[in-house]
Structures are given as structure tokens and as C-alpha cells.
């Protein structure tokens, strides 16, 4: 029974020894080493955040998104006419590549909607809507008139 005991002694003693002598060497560099490992908490933070992100970002998938384009040359006109979507929320994105300030707006069933007016890049509007036709056109002033205008039918 004795022998066994002292042979545990013996080996817990030296892992102290050499734990001892380890922490002692390293204690120069620990400080270094502190920092790092506090910088890998922050990081694991981070990634904890961007989690919460990405399940926000499914609940908000569910929007259906529509693009249209102004003209690129500054005609008066949009690249389509006719665009269409389901029920739901309803993201249009305009993108406007010329110098001619433009915006989107989405009429119909108690909904008016716009963009904000712009030049050369891209605005967007989300709408929640029900089946049914609306009207969606550039709010410039004489630009409906021009024929930057067409029907979004929802259903
Ligand atoms: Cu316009």
C-alpha cells in the first residue's frame, strides 16, 4: 500500500515542480500572451453578434425584392413596365445610372410609397402589400407624364 502512495507523491510532486517551473518561465511572456488571448474573447463576441445578424436577416427574407432601372442615357423611361409580386412585403430597388434625378413611387389600395429622389446610384422602398394591381412611377415632376411610369400586379 505504501509504495503506490509515494510513487503518486512522487509524481504529483514533480507535475508541481514542473508546472511551477513552467509558469515561471513563461511569466516574462505571459503578458504578451494575456493580451492575445483577451483580443480571442472579443473576437468570439463578435461572431456571437453576427449570429443574432444572420437569424434577423431570415425573418427579413421573406421580402420579395424588385429591381428597375432609369435610363442610363437620361430618357424619361424605366426598363420596365410591368412588374410583379406576391403578397407580402415588396422591396423595390431603383437604380438610377444617369444624371437625371429620379425615384420610384408605389400607388394603389391605400399605399403611397417613394423612394427618395436621386442621380446616379440606387434608392429603395419597402411596402407591405395585398393581391391586387398598383401603379408605380418616377414622382419627378413631369417624369409620370414623360412614361416613367407601370403596373406592379400583386397576387
Ligand atoms: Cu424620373
Redesign the pocket.
Known sequence: MRKPILILVAVLATLALLAAGCGGDDSDDSGNSGNSSSSGSESSGAEGNGADTTETGGGGGAATSLKLT?DPGGA?KFDETELSAKPGKVTIVMD?PSS????VEVEGKGVEEETK?LTKGTADVTVDLKAGKYEFY???D???E?G?EGTLTVG
Open positions: 432609369a424619361l438610377n437625371v434625378p429620379h425615384a429622389t418616377c414622382p419627378v413631369g417624369h409620370r414623360a416613367m
